[in-house]
């Protein structure tokens, strides 16, 4: 009864390469990308992990659409715990990767793949401008286009597993995401729901430190005149190639931001470079005009677009929601996850897990709390 009935075909192209990883190889890459984590919060629950497990990574590339509907390969990995069955299947979109050389199918293997060394198959896609796709613009925190893409990548695994593999992936899984991929978490289970046919089905869903309306976080920044996360030069871009905005950036950044641009938004640095590159007061690379209540047809055209991104209307699930997200969070307004509980807590079975330690040390909690409830269950 676990097993899909049917999966439909054509969604997977190619297998890409494959590789074995040991668990010490993820905990390196982990602080080479994050070198602030205290990975010390980790040890009350390292005999959640099999240390001395090995994990196959599968990279696949597959066919789905690009945000205006046009065809597009993308890619994507599936981790496998080697020598033991599988627990069953956790779904983890990234962390919003700044660098589109950073993905899955490049590194093969990534942080959110540790769930495959408590013996979870992990299915992580790359998103559309990452992997394979890397020279296509990304779609920022696109929401209805991320779900769309981590549900084709998906599909495209359990076509990939029966074609190659002796077990069939189930129809039963878990999602987990925090921070970006909390976003593309949510929008996955919701693209799932409003699939008639979906040959998935969600258990539970786990997400931590997400953005789930656009314009929201967007006027929460503005306000507060700080960011955290270098993200939102990047997310402009975005909205500019996406939406045609043919964007004046005399009037949209300012100071060395503006002189740069090119070369500092060409997606080739990774958060940490780019946290080096941009300062956390907007103040040092926002045009004046966008703290102004006038502010300037250019600063108008992006928040023009904004407002069609967003999840927190709610929508009707028979899946558990966890969401958890760090009251001192200087990177996602904490209000962000607030929001979304409260319009989903009259029509899902939600549960919202608060804390403190910035968006950062909060993040492995909430990857903490998730995998005690995986593993308990």
């Known amino acids: 009864m676990d097993q899909a009935e049917s999966v439909p075909d054509g969604y997977l192209v190619s297998v890409l390469h494959s590789r074995e990883f040991g668990i010490q190889e993820m905990i390196d890459l982990t602080l080479r990308d994050f070198p602030e984590l205290d990975l010390s919060m980790l040890e009350s629950v390292t005999d959640l992990f099999n240390l001395e497990l090995r994990v196959n990574v599968t990279a696949i590339s597959y066919n789905t659409t690009d945000p205006d509907g046009n065809p597009v390969v993308a890619s994507g990995i599936i981790v496998q715990p080697i020598g033991i069955p599988s627990r069953g299947v956790v779904h983890v979109p990234p962390t919003t990767p700044l660098s589109c050389l950073e993905g899955g ?170 946290r080096a590159l941009i300062e956390p007061d907007l103040h040092t690379y926002m045009h004046p005009d966008f703290f102004t209540e006038e502010k300037n047809p250019e600063i108008l055209k992006i928040e023009n677009v904004l407002s069609l991104h967003s999840m927190t209307d709610g929508w009707h699930t028979k899946t558990h929601i966890y969401l958890g997200h760090a009251k001192d969070d200087l990177s996602v307004p904490f209000s962000e996850t607030q929001i979304l509980y409260n319009n989903l807590k009259t029509k899902a079975n939600v549960t919202m897990i608060t804390g403190w330690g910035g968006h950062y040390n909060y993040g492995i909690e909430f990857f903490i709390a998730a995998c005690l409830y995986l593993t308990v269950n």
């Not at 970006?180 to 799932?192: D, N, P, Y």
Request: aromatic letters at 12%; proline letters at 5%.
């Open 105 to 274: 199918s490049d590194l093969l293997f990534i942080t959110e793949g540790v769930f495959a060394f408590m013996g979870f198959t992990v299915i992580i896609p790359d998103l559309i401008g990452s992997g394979i796709s890397k020279d296509m613009p990304q779609p920022f925190l696109f929401m209805d286009h991320s779900g769309q893409v981590c549900y084709h990548m998906h599909l495209a695994a359990m076509e990939y597993c029966n074609k190659y593999s002796l077990t069939p992936l189930p129809a039963e899984i878990n999602i987990f995401g925090y921070s970006g991929g909390a976003t593309a978490a949510v929008a996955l289970l919701r693209h799932i729901d409003r699939e008639p046919e979906s040959p998935l089905r969600v258990k539970k869903l786990f997400s931590g430190g997400g953005l789930y309306n656009m314009s929201h976080a967007y006027d929460i920044l503005k306000e507060r005149e700080y960011a955290e996360y270098p993200l939102i030069p990047l997310l402009i871009a975005s909205l500019d190639h996406w939406y045609e905005l043919n964007l004046d950036y005399s009037r949209v950044f300012s100071g060395d931001l503006l002189v740069n641009r090119e070369r500092w938004l060409d997606r080739t640095k990774n958060a940490e470079q780019m």
